[in-house]
């Protein structure tokens, strides 16, 4: 710093107040940048990855749920019990559509609208299979509906089934990659900011 001392006293204050200044701004605006970063992945997360996640979620249980309803259908001897499963496949099968509504309005990716298109057309085969299952219940052929729900009906529920499992998946494992790459952010910025600040410090002290 040997060129401070061949300034004058005002040349001196006028040069350490421009690099505290400058120091200051470059702090500011960097932190402020980081902060933004780590504000719009968290709200990634919040927005985005937690509600797919919940979404796809309530879409399986409603899907399991649905498929037991069925079991108890054909299981049940009495017009009361299929009834009472007939209602619940019902409320099932609208939760299952609403949670696929509520899935289908975020900001979904190229991939993830694939994942949902597929699913579109395992969950119409089964939907449509249990008709037939349905009536083989109604009629009283037992042993016919549960084979048929065991064979055919079990495949394509299992398609459905692997399909929203990913969808799951997924949505995890992004919502892990941002809020990881929010907490890297945070990290960075404290270093950084600490950093800068040393060096402003000493600034000061050699001014």
């Known amino acids: 710093m040997h060129w401070l001392d061949n300034l004058r006293v005002r040349a001196k204050l006028l040069t350490c107040f421009a690099v505290v200044l400058v120091l200051t701004a470059t702090l500011g605006g960097f932190a402020v940048w980081q902060v933004s970063h780590v504000n719009a992945r968290t709200a990634e997360v919040a927005d985005k990855w937690l509600p797919s996640v919940q979404y796809a979620s309530e879409m399986w249980a409603s899907a399991s749920q649905m498929r037991s309803a069925q ?20 409320t099932q099968l609208a939760r299952v559509e609403q949670a696929h509504d509520a899935y289908e309005a975020l900001a979904l990716t190229a991939a993830e609208r694939t994942r949902v298109q597929r699913f579109d057309g395992q969950w119409k085969h089964y939907v449509e299979h249990w008709k037939t299952v349905r009536e083989l219940s109604r009629a009283g052929q037992t042993d016919a509906a549960i084979a048929a729900i065991k064979g055919e009906s079990y495949r394509r529920y299992e398609d459905a089934s692997a399909t929203l499992v990913a969808m799951v998946k997924h949505s995890t494992e992004m919502s892990d990659a941002a809020r990881r790459d929010a907490a890297a952010t945070s990290a ?10 040393t060096s402003d410090a000493a600034d000061d002290l050699l001014c």
């Open 71 to 90: 079991y108890r259908h054909i299981t049940s001897i009495t017009e009361q019990g299929k009834a009472d499963a007939d209602q619940k496949i019902s």
């Open 188 to 197: 960075r910025a404290r270093t950084w900011i600490c950093l800068l600040y």
